[in-house]
C-alpha cells in the first residue's frame, strides 16, 4: 500500500503539489497519469523519501519510505533509467543491488532472466545499452529483492512493443500475487489495459481517481429522440437526472436498457441510444487535464 494524505511540495514560490491524497492498493495496478509537468515525478520522488513534502504525508507500507527497516528490500523503485553507473555492467549493477539490499546474489541470474536480458547482454557495460534495455535493467534493479511494493516513472519508455506487453504480464502477475504498484505512464492505451485504478493528476492536484472501469463508464448514457423535451419528462417522471447537451440529446445517469424502457413507454423514437464507454482513456484524460494544457499553451 502507497497512501498520500495531503502532500504538498513546493520549489520556492512553485508548487509543484497541491494537496495530493491518493492510495495504491495491494493487488492492483495503479496508473498515475498527467500532462508533462503534472507532479508524477514530484510525487513518485515523495513517496521513495528523495524530495521531503512541505507538509503532509507520504507513506509506503503504512510508514515513510525512510523509516522503513532495510527498504530496498520492501519497495522496488524505477525513477530514472538512465541513473544508472555507465561503466558497470548489467550484471554488477545487479549484483551492487544484491549486497546493498541483503539479496542471495542468486536472485542476480534470475531477474536478468525474468526481465530478459541475456548472459551477453548482461555483461556488457551500461553505456552500450539501448534505451530498451536500460530500462529492462532498472525493472530487474526493482524487482531485485521481489519486494510487495512497485514504483515505476515512465517503466515502458523505449520498449518496443514485444517488451510492453512482456511488461504488461508482468506487472499484472505481480499485483495478482498481492504486490501494489504504482505506475506513470504517457502511454494511456497501455495504462487502460494494464492498470486496475486510475489516478489523474493535472497542476499538481489530483482531477480524477477511480477504478479504471468506472472511469471509463464516465457519463451513463448519451440518447437522441424524435422529441427531447418529452423524453426529458418521461425521465425525471421515472426518477432519472437528464441534461441536455450542447450538440442536441441527453446525458442521462442511467444504463442505455433503462433509457430505452423509458423512452418505449413514453413513446418516444428514438434516433441515438449509447453508453459512455466507449468514451476512451484518451478522451477522458483530455478532458480532465485540458485546464492544464491550455495554460500551457498559453503560457
Ligand atoms: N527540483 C525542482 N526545482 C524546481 N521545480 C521543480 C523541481 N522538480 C520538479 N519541478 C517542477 O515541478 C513540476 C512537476 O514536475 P514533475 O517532474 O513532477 O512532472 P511530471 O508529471 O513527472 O512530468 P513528465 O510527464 O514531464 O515527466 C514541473 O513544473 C517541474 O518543473
Redesign the pocket.
Known sequence: MISFDHVTKR?GG?T?LDGVSFEARPGRVTGFL??????????MRVAAGLTPATSGRATVLGRPYGTLPNPGRHVGMLLDASAQHAGRTGREVLTLGAILTGVDRRRVEETLDLVGLTEKEAGRRVRNYSLGMRQRLGIAHALLADPEVLVLD?PANGLDPAGIRWMRDLLRGYAARGGTVLL?S?LLNEIERVADDIVV?GH?RIVAGGTTRELLAGSGTTVRSADDARLRSALGTAGLSASPLAAGGLLVDATPEVVGAVALEAAVVLRELRSGDGRGLEEMFFDLTADAAREEVAA
Open positions: 520549489y512553485f509543484a498527467g500532462p508533462n509537468g503534472a507532479g508524477k515525478s514530484t510525487a515512465e506513470s504517457h493528476i499538481g
